[in-house]
């Protein structure tokens, strides 16, 4: 079985600090990971994924992930917030076959002017 | 126009009444979903549906049903509504058919719904 956990779930930040949301996994086989993002009175939107190959990757608005597969960990970061990046964060993971797919809990990211 | 509509976007109705909330999609996906998200829980699965002829319960399908009417139809069912179903609903969609887990899901705006 799989499972995603967000350690976080409030997170302040100032404007133009950087900032690192984290996401751990537990599972047994390969899997897919992605991160979401969801503005205030809105759907999730996909702020990237990691399917294979560099395990750094990056996504929209300046932001990227890393894959660690030792540490099975999926961080988001950004080097310099800004304030509408507040939103709620979600990441989650996916086996091969889409069959089984979890969500984490999500992180309120909130930045501070 | 939105590639997953979900109607309505607010809902606010008794306890003990059906309810019925629908989303519609235009992306071609054979895969969609249905989710309640309750502050502090993220999102909960309810039900999913890989095609048209397979549906599957989440993990808190207990007080709901589901209608896959066509491959861009899925409805979401409360028979019989009860106050701690107070929720935001979303659904979504995604590719891939049966081997799709490297495809992201899609979402909706969600669906408002106080039951009083």
């Known amino acids: 079985a799989q499972s995603v956990t967000q350690l976080d779930s409030q997170v302040p930040v100032f404007e133009e600090a950087p900032v690192e949301l984290r996401c751990n996994y537990s599972?047994?086989?390969?899997?897919?990971l992605f991160w979401y993002v969801q503005y205030p009175n809105q759907g999730l939107q996909l702020l990237l994924k990691?399917?294979?190959?560099?395990?750094l990757v990056k996504g929209i608005n300046g932001f990227e992930a890393e894959f660690n597969k030792s540490q099975t960990s999926f961080h988001l970061r950004k080097p310099s917030v800004h304030i509408s990046d507040t939103a709620e964060y979600f990441c989650?993971?996916?086996?091969?076959?889409?069959?089984?797919?979890?969500f984490g809990t999500g992180t309120s990211l909130t930045v501070i002017p | 126009d939105a590639d997953v509509t979900q109607t309505p976007r607010n809902r606010i109705t008794k306890t003990g009444k059906r309810i019925m909330l629908e989303c519609s999609q235009t992306?071609?996906?054979?895969?969609m979903y249905w989710y309640r998200q309750d502050p502090g829980l993220g999102l909960q699965l309810i039900y999913y549906?890989?095609?048209?002829?397979?549906?599957n319960k989440g993990e808190i399908s207990d007080g709901y049903s589901v209608s896959r009417q066509a491959q861009a139809k899925f409805s979401l069912s409360l028979e019989s509504a009860i106050p701690n179903q107070t929720a935001l609903y979303f659904c979504?969609?995604?590719?891939?058919?049966?081997?799709?887990?490297?495809?992201?899901?899609?979402f909706g705006d969600g669906t408002r719904l106080s039951i009083l």
């Open positions: 599972s047994s086989v390969s899997v897919y």
């Open positions: 989650a993971v996916s086996d091969r076959t889409g069959n089984q797919f979890y």
């Open positions: 992306k071609g996906h054979d895969r």
């Open positions: 979504a969609t995604s590719g891939g058919g049966r081997g799709g887990g490297n495809q992201p899901q899609h």
């Open positions: 549906s890989f095609d048209v002829k397979d549906i």
């Open positions: 990691y399917l294979s190959g560099s395990t």
